[in-house]
């Protein structure tokens, strides 16, 4: 049975993160990883988060089945967090939600329903991606394409080239967008672009797949939202993938939804039915921990106070390694001007750095990188800071 099976390929990130550990030098960093760190270098657990489950343990609540598209109160949560909480599409009842298995499940089960609603649709995500978005639709049976993003000449975003290829790509295609804090080059879409990016969707019929795994880690929890109420209220119908798992911290715990816009409530319902079967045939239904801990947070007003404090926290944190990497690299004499990594936003920054300097970053000073050049701004701390910056000073 089992002969004919080929070794698959290894992820490139968990073989950095198993190098990393065999290394025993004592000042090793590693900025190849996916979560965010505190000061302390450690993954926190929130405060509101403990407060949440020291009630529901306290609770002792039975563990019966969840409903297929999870807990009710949770599924409302994540619309207003999403929508804005007077959103028009949620008092119309037009946006189904329901409760997914991180971000990554909420893709699956979006792109498995995409599938059998356009079985000959192409999936064009941006060029470079977070590594999972091509792997997913092209094992829900898609054609995954490029759309031209990053722009290493200015460490932006090549906006003519990406409106040209979502141009040209064939009508009614899926396109899958980073709504905030690009993974993995820290480089967003600024508002007028969003504008532009929507018009050629909506001239060429594309279904919109908004990705947002950063919520509130770029400028804040509206900010961070704006692209995803620009298409809420543009009138087009779209996909909304969304994890908890940065945001709360709960990586392991699996919280996320996936949303749904259509245009009428007596529409929503038919694609609810239809999300279900989908649900139903892959997991049955979720499990009760992550959703109720983010759902009481989310509806007890001094929860939600103490998160938003707490996430404000890990953003601040973030902006402030950016800009303490940027200052002491010019210090440095770095034969870079890296200003352009303060203006990413998010986890994670495309440092330019090459292949061989990362790979010299790990050999000489056992700084772990991705090949790519992505280095995870949430594991710097004031005590990685200096030897991180001076080793990229040297390779440079
Ligand atoms: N989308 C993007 C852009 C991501 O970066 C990630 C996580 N790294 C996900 C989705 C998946 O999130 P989750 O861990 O909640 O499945």
Same mark, same amino acid.
Request: a negative charge; one cysteine or more; proline letters at 4%.
């Given at each position: 049975?089992?002969?004919?099976?080929?070794?698959?390929?290894?992820?490139?990130?968990?073989?950095?993160?198993?190098?990393?550990?065999?290394?025993?030098?004592?000042?090793?960093?590693?900025?190849?990883?996916?979560?965010?760190? *505190?000061?302390? +270098?450690?993954?926190?657990? $929130? %405060?509101?988060?403990?407060?949440?489950?020291?009630?529901? #343990?306290? /609770?002792?609540?039975?563990?019966?089945?969840?409903?297929?598209?999870?807990?009710?109160?949770?599924?409302?949560?994540?619309?207003?967090?999403?929508?804005?909480?007077?959103?028009?599409?949620?008092?119309?009842?037009?946006?189904?939600?329901?409760?997914?298995?991180?971000?990554?499940?909420?893709?699956?089960?979006?792109?498995?329903?995409?599938?059998?609603?356009?079985?000959?649709?192409?999936?064009?995500?941006?060029?470079?991606?977070?590594?999972?978005?091509?792997?997913?639709?092209?094992?829900?049976?898609?054609?995954?394409?490029?759309?031209?993003?990053?722009?290493?000449?200015?460490?932006?975003? *090549?906006?003519? +080239?990406?409106?040209?290829? $979502? %141009?040209?790509?064939?009508?009614?295609?899926?396109?899958? #967008?980073? /709504?905030?804090?690009?993974?993995?080059?820290?480089?967003?879409?600024?508002?007028?672009?969003?504008?532009?990016?929507?018009?050629?969707?909506?001239?060429?019929?594309?279904?919109?797949?908004?990705?947002?795994?950063?919520?509130?880690?770029?400028?804040?929890?509206?900010?961070?939202?704006?692209?995803?109420?620009?298409?809420?209220?543009?009138?087009?119908?779209?996909?909304?993938?969304?994890?908890?798992?940065?945001?709360?911290?709960?990586?392991?715990?699996?919280?996320?939804?996936?949303?749904?816009?259509?245009?009428?409530?007596?529409?929503?319902?038919?694609?609810?039915?239809?999300?279900?079967?989908?649900?139903?045939?892959?997991?049955?239904?979720?499990?009760?921990?992550?959703?109720?801990?983010?759902?009481?947070?989310?509806?007890?007003?001094?929860?939600?106070?103490?998160?938003?404090?707490?996430?404000?926290?890990?953003?601040?944190?973030?902006?402030?390694?950016?800009?303490?990497?940027?200052?002491?690299?010019?210090?440095?004499?770095?034969?870079?001007?890296?200003?352009?990594?303060?203006?990413?936003?998010?986890?994670?920054?495309?440092?330019?750095?090459?292949?061989?300097?990362?790979?010299?970053?790990?050999?000489?000073?056992?700084?772990?990188?991705?090949?790519?050049?992505?280095?995870?701004?949430?594991?710097?701390?004031?005590?990685?800071?200096?030897?991180?910056?001076?080793?990229?000073?040297?390779?440079?």
């Amino acid at each position: 049975l089992f002969s004919a099976v080929e070794m698959a390929p290894r992820d490139p990130i968990l073989g950095l993160n198993e190098a990393f550990n065999a290394d025993t030098r004592p000042t090793k960093v590693n900025l190849g990883v996916g979560v965010y760190y *505190n000061e302390e +270098g450690r993954i926190p657990l $929130l %405060r509101a988060v403990a407060e949440a489950e020291k009630a529901r #343990l306290a /609770a002792h609540a039975p563990r019966g089945y969840l409903p297929i598209e999870g807990i009710s109160a949770y599924d409302q949560a994540v619309q207003k967090l999403l929508f804005g909480a007077d959103a028009a599409l949620i008092a119309e009842g037009r946006v189904v939600t329901t409760q997914a298995l991180g971000g990554t499940g909420a893709l699956k089960i979006g792109a498995d329903f995409l599938k059998r609603l356009l079985p000959d649709a192409v999936v064009a995500i941006s060029d470079p991606s977070w590594e999972n978005h091509r792997a997913l639709f092209e094992s829900a049976g898609f054609p995954v394409q490029n759309y031209r993003y990053y722009d290493p000449f200015s460490n932006g975003v *090549n906006r003519g +080239g990406m409106l040209e290829d $979502l %141009r040209s790509l064939p009508s009614r295609s899926i396109v899958v #967008l980073h /709504a905030c804090c690009h993974n993995p080059t820290g480089v967003d879409l600024k508002l007028e672009d969003w504008k532009a990016v929507l018009e050629v969707l909506r001239e060429r019929e594309h279904v919109p797949f908004l990705d947002i795994a950063y919520q509130g880690f770029g400028d804040g929890i509206e900010q961070d939202a704006e692209a995803v109420r620009l298409f809420a209220e543009s009138g087009l119908q779209f996909f909304v993938s969304s994890s908890f798992s940065k945001s709360f911290s709960l990586y392991g715990e699996r919280v996320g939804a996936l949303s749904i816009v259509t245009n009428s409530q007596e529409e929503a319902s038919r694609v609810l039915s239809q999300v279900k079967r989908v649900i139903r045939t892959n997991y049955s239904n979720p499990p009760t921990h992550g959703a109720t801990v983010v759902a009481a947070v989310l509806n007890s007003p001094e929860l939600r106070a103490l998160w938003e404090e707490e996430l404000g926290e890990m953003r601040d944190r973030i902006r402030s390694m950016r800009l303490a990497m940027v200052e002491q690299l010019a210090a440095l004499g770095a034969k870079r001007d890296f200003g352009f990594v303060a203006e990413q936003r998010g986890m994670f920054s495309y440092s330019g750095l090459t292949v061989e300097q990362v790979e010299r970053l790990k050999t000489e000073f056992g700084i772990y990188a991705v090949g790519t050049g992505r280095i995870c701004v949430a594991a710097l701390n004031s005590r990685n800071l200096s030897a991180v910056t001076s080793a990229i000073a040297r390779v440079l």
